[in-house]
C-alpha cells in the first residue's frame, strides 16, 4: 500500500540553524500539507501547497518557514532559523484532490537546544 | 470558545467494552468530519470519513455527525487491546485545499 515517507525521523539541531524536513508523498497525489504537533498539544495545519504555491497557510507559517517541491517526488519543509519553540513533530500529509482523505507520513520529531 | 474540543481522557476500559469518543465544534462552516487513530510516536491514520448528518459504520467502528448540535461521535464496539491508541477528531471547511483542524485527542486505553 503506498505511503508518505518523511526522513530524518529525529533531527536535533542548536537554536539559530536552518533545517529541511523532508517528505515524499503518495505518487500520485496533487495535494501537499505539513502539519506540527508539539508534545501534547493539537495536531496544528501549517501549510497546503498545490501546483507547485502555496494554497494556505496558517499563521504560524511566518517568514521562517518555507516550502518547495524541487522535483517529482519531494516535498521539504524548511525552517531558517530554528527557535526553541519550534520543536515539535513534523507531519508531511498528502491527498489526491483538496476533498479527499489526507494521508499522513510518521513524522520528523525535531528537537531545537 | 475553541474551534473543536475533545476530551483529552485518558480513559481505560476493558476489553469487549463498547466506546464513546466525542468532540464538539464551534464552526457552523465545518462540512468534513474525520477520525484518525494516532499510535505512539506515528502519523495519524485515518480511521472514519464523512461529511454528513447521521451515522456511518465500517466494521466495529461508527462515526455519528449531528450538525445542529455541532457534535461528532466515535463507537468502537467489542474493543480490542489493538484499539489502545489517541483518537484525533479533525475538520474542514469545503474550499481549495482542506485545512484539517483537530481536537486534542482522546487517549484510550483497552485492558484485556
Known amino acids: 500500500e503506498p505511503e508518505v515517507t518523511q526522513t530524518p525521523s529525529h533531527q536535533v539541531t542548536q537554536m539559530g540553524q536552518e533545517v529541511i524536513l523532508r517528505c515524499v508523498p503518495i505518487?500520485?497525489?496533487?495535494?501537499f500539507y505539513w502539519y506540527r504537533q508539539i508534545l501534547g498539544q493539537k495536531v496544528e495545519f501549517l501549510v497546503s501547497?498545490?501546483?507547485?504555491?502555496?494554497?494556505?497557510k496558517s499563521e504560524i507559517f511566518d517568514d521562517q518557514f518555507s516550502v518547495e517541491r524541487p522535483d517529482g517526488s519531494n516535498f521539504t519543509l524548511k525552517i531558517r532559523s530554528t527557535k526553541l519553540e519550534d520543536s515539535a513533530m513534523y507531519f508531511c500529509?498528502?491527498?489526491?484532490?483538496?476533498?479527499?482523505?489526507?494521508?499522513f507520513g510518521p513524522g520528523t520529531r525535531l528537537l531545537v537546544l | 470558545q475553541k474551534e473543536v474540543e475533545q476530551d483529552p481522557g485518558p480513559l481505560s476500559v476493558p476489553e469487549g467494552a463498547i466506546v464513546s469518543l466525542n468532540c464538539t465544534y464551534s464552526?457552523?462552516?465545518?462540512?468534513?468530519f474525520m477520525w484518525y487513530r494516532q499510535y505512539s510516536r506515528k502519523g495519524p491514520e485515518l480511521l472514519m470519513y464523512?461529511?454528513?448528518?447521521g451515522n456511518k459504520e465500517d466494521g466495529r467502528f461508527t462515526a455519528q455527525v449531528d450538525k445542529s448540535s455541532k457534535y461528532i461521535s466515535l463507537f468502537i464496539r467489542d474493543s480490542q487491546p489493538s484499539d489502545s491508541a489517541t483518537y484525533l477528531c479533525?475538520?474542514?471547511?469545503?474550499?481549495?485545499?482542506?485545512?484539517?483542524?483537530f481536537g486534542q485527542g482522546t487517549r484510550l486505553t483497552i485492558n484485556p
Open positions: 500529509a498528502s491527498s489526491m484532490d483538496s476533498k479527499e482523505t489526507q494521508y
Open positions: 505518487s500520485n497525489h496533487l495535494y
Open positions: 501547497f498545490y501546483n507547485n504555491e502555496i494554497s494556505e
Open positions: 464552526n457552523s462552516a465545518f462540512q468534513y
Open positions: 464523512t461529511y454528513s448528518s
Open positions: 479533525a475538520m474542514s471547511v469545503i474550499q481549495g485545499a482542506q485545512k484539517l483542524v
